[in-house]
T-cell receptor, first 114, second 112 residues
Framework: GAGVSQSPSNKVTEKGKDVELRCDPISGHTALYWYRQSLGQGLEFLIYFQGNSAPDKSGLPSDRFSAERTGGSVSTLTIQRTQQEDSAVYLC????????????FGPGTRLTVL | QQQVKQSPQSLIVQKGGISIINCAYENTAFDYFPWYQQFPGKGPALLIAIRPDVSEKKEGRFTISFNKSAKQFSLHIMDSQPGDSATYFCAARAGGYNKLIFGAGTRLAVHP
């Protein structure tokens, strides 16, 4: 079946603009994660959704970052008033209980803030 | 205490050789240690994982060695092939949580 998909694959924006990144998880996967991968760095956890539970937002770096998940499926990560340091690859992953350990990643969205 | 330290940053191995990547952690609450493989332009993919109740896990040419007392774990790739050239990430997860804490990654190049 289809894997995790993300759109757009690339996004170039100007400093101060808002951006929205989209993630379509694997069908039926109730857990969804957002990570950020900066150049030459590991993956940094941003936010985690599981079913109807309150999301774990502990990784969001500032209040300019927010995410929502509608209908338990598609998720949108929004970055307001983008800064140059927000430039990174944003990765989405999903998993299916009870095997939450295996996270399936999408190809990512490369965000460049000029 | 949440960090996972990975080394080396980059590694060059000849075809047929053994690739070894090491990771160390501090948080004793970590109870799951996966390795992910990432090819350029792709998302990471789970390669192999281990829990701290075993010292070694082998899947094909890939082996995880785990040293609980030293809080270290490593990935060994036997008979390394050019197709193994990728970036490898170790990670750890604390029990009761679902987020993974990743190492900084190792870029492996296997030369023919």
């Amino acid at each position: 079946g289809a894997g995790v998909s993300q759109s757009p694959s690339n996004k170039v924006t100007e400093k101060g603009k808002d951006v929205e990144l989209r993630c379509d998880p694997i069908s039926g996967h109730t857990a969804l994660y957002w990570y950020r991968q900066s150049l030459g760095q590991g993956l940094e956890f941003l936010i985690y959704f599981q079913g109807n539970s309150a999301p774990d937002k502990s990784g969001l770096p500032s209040d300019r970052f927010s995410a929502e998940r509608t209908g338990g499926s598609v998720s949108t990560l929004t970055i307001q008033r983008t800064q140059q340091e927000d430039s990174a690859v944003y990765l989405c992953a999903s998993s299916l209980p009870p095997n939450l350990n295996e996270q399936f990643f999408g190809p990512g969205t490369r965000l460049t803030v000029l | 205490q949440q960090q996972v330290k990975q080394s080396p940053q980059s590694l060059i191995v000849q075809k047929g050789g053994i690739s070894i990547i090491n990771c160390a952690y501090e948080n004793t609450a970590f109870d799951y240690f996966p390795w992910y493989q990432q090819f350029p332009g792709k998302g990471p993919a789970l390669l192999i994982a281990i829990r701290p109740d075993v010292s070694e896990k082998k899947e094909g040419r890939f082996t995880i060695s785990f040293n609980k007392s030293a809080k270290q774990f490593s990935l060994h790739i036997m008979d390394s092939q050019p197709g193994d050239s990728a970036t490898y990430f170790c990670a750890a997860r604390a029990g009761g949580y679902n987020k993974l804490i990743f190492g900084a990654g190792t870029r492996l190049a296997v030369h023919p």
